[in-house]
């Protein structure tokens, strides 16, 4: 018998949780913000909504096809410590008619990785009509 606990978000994923399509796209020159770093809290839906958020922000968006007819955009703010991400994603489920994504603490040496700045992540997350999208706080295991 495993001892690992069933939960959306850190456990096991439950039963009747369904793993969505997910692709992470690093952005290096995203946008500043003032808010504190994680989720911007909006979800891109069209092409035209994309492009209006990079026009807006004086921004260029890496090279990347999205098909907005079966895909999201979300924007995630993550700091990178020199080494490695502090925030990784740890894959996407479908629950109770939300969108899930989950995200943990990622592993680094304090001692030899101390550069840090600000950095994005693109998500592009599989498309649900009538869904909520919901970030797990970073699980620090």
């Known amino acids: 018998m495993g001892c690992g606990s069933v939960d959306i978000c850190y456990g096991t994923p439950p039963e009747n949780a369904s793993a969505l399509v997910m692709d992470e796209i690093p952005w290096d020159n995203g946008p500043e913000y003032a808010e504190p770093q994680g989720w911007t809290g909006t979800v891109y839906s069209t092409q035209e909504q994309w492009d209006e958020f990079l026009l807006e922000n004086g921004v260029d968006t890496p090279t990347f096809e999205v098909d907005f007819a079966t895909s999201d955009v979300a924007l995630y ?65």
């Open 77 to 141: 703010e993550r700091l990178y410590n020199g080494c490695n991400f502090e925030v990784v994603f740890d894959g996407a489920y479908s629950l109770d008619g939300d969108r899930v994504v989950r995200t943990q603490i990622g592993e680094f040496d304090e001692v030899t990785c101390d550069i840090y700045e600000n950095r994005h992540a693109i998500l592009v997350i599989e498309k649900l009509a009538e869904s909520e999208l919901i970030f797990c706080s970073p699980n620090q295991k």
